[in-house]
């Protein structure tokens, strides 16, 4: 699913013009966006949750030459599912 997928979803299921529903949508990735920014937790409740976690700086190493390669230190989006996608 993409983007256009979602927009096109939230068009048919309000019946709002393609624009004013990518409007929507935009808002919504924008909204997500400012939270990770200000390193904020952010919680949909029945889809998951969202964090921020520090990355380790570190060495790795190129498969394929076998070269050492330094890995940064820095910050990553987790997302960890809520437990009704576990449900069979």
């Known amino acids: 699913m993409i983007k256009a997928d979602i927009v096109s979803k939230v068009q048919k299921v309000t019946g709002l013009s ?3 529903a ?17 390193d904020e937790k952010v919680e949909l409740r029945g889809f998951g949750i969202f964090k ?8 790795g190493r190129n498969l ?3 070269e050492l390669v ?3 230190g820095g910050k ?13």
């Open 18 to 20: 393609k624009q004013r």
């Open 64 to 66: 394929k030459t076998g």
């Open 22 to 38: 990518q409007e929507v949508v935009e808002l919504t990735f924008e909204s997500l966006k400012e939270a990770f920014r200000q």
């Open 52 to 59: 921020i976690k520090e990355r380790k700086k570190g060495v």
């Open 76 to 88: 990553m989006v987790k997302f960890k599912s809520s437990s009704r996608f576990n449900k069979g």
């Open 70 to 72: 330094p890995i940064k």
